[in-house]
């Protein structure tokens, strides 16, 4: 049995995203299409738990950060095991530009 439990980082870093496509951009078809996007990926990492790479850098490789490319984003987890049961834990949302390195360092685990 696999679980998903989202951040509320991550949460908030959906939510903004999708309001800045819709709002900023203008272009609500842009955010829906994105949201619906982000839904199916995380359908498909609850099948797929390993389907995402690890992150390059070697400390929060270490820690188990993974990540999903969708769009220009990417979604960062960590997969968390006990007995026969997985938890798929969502951190951030980000902007692929970003320094995801120095986000997820300070994020409370």
Partial sequence: MTDIVISNSAKKDIESSLLYIRDVLQNPLAATKLAD???SQIDLLKQHPKSGPKVQDTFLAEQGFRFLLIKNYKLYYIIKTDGTKITI???RFLFSKMNYEKILKTENL
Avoid: F
């Fill in 89 to 91: 834990l969502i951190i």
């Fill in 37 to 39: 996007l982000i839904v």
